[in-house]
């Protein structure tokens, strides 16, 4: 492989020692072994630095840092996408999880046709890594306004072509701010959809993601009004096109499954 072929995958961290070694086993689990694992601590208050060391002392393709204070989600992706050196920018949350052969596919699915922005299927899992019986899938092909009306990617699911896109950094909110780089690298190139589930989301109690609908509803407005400069009319117009392109996806992209293998 050339160094063109690497993969760098950026993954921020907050208290999550309870999931953290998952994910990184599920990377480490890659068949695809060209990659870089850049995980970025927002000053943990447990004991996420010390079982993140002892795993990653006998692989020198995972670097660990820990910010001197707490910097948010949004600047601790920043801070790994600057220091990435891979052409392809993966993304995977440290409660998240992969399937083995999740970059083999999607490197090749972008490769055979030329893509240079991609995400795929995933499950649900609850906290203890139970199945959810839900599959999420999306669009084939979401352009720019598709992007603007909906968050079609998971963030576990997405990869780009940083030599493309070039680098990205995003304004510093609290949430929503994966789907932020989303709204700037499909202004670069369209985003496919590799029709096959590749990892599992876990859906957790104590995330960021809100809870009630409003509270989604809200969390939408920065995403818009400092992520995408928009002026406050015209972010709050978008949030009711986001609304309206959430509960199509729900309706028609978010499905439920009888049997799905759980971790």
Known sequence: MTEQDLVSIVMPTFDCEAYIVEAIKSVKAQTYMNWELLIVDDCSSDATESVVCKMIADDARIK?????KRLGAAESRNKALSMAKGRWIAFLDSD??????????QIKFMTDHGYHFSYHKYYVIDEEGNSLNTIVGGMEKVGVFGMYSCC???CLTVIYDREFVGLVQVASIER?????IWLDVVRKCPCYLLNMPLAYYRHRK???TPSSAWKKVLAHYPLFRVGAKMN???AWIMVGVNILGSIYKKVFYVKTVRELATT
């Open 176 to 180: 929503n701010n994966d789907s932020a």
């Open 152 to 154: 079609w990617p998971g």
């Open 232 to 234: 406050p009319v015209m």
């Open 96 to 105: 998240d999880l992969w399937f083995p052969d999740k970059l083999n596919s």
């Open 206 to 208: 104590g995330s960021l």
């Open 64 to 68: 660990y840092m820990r910010n001197p």
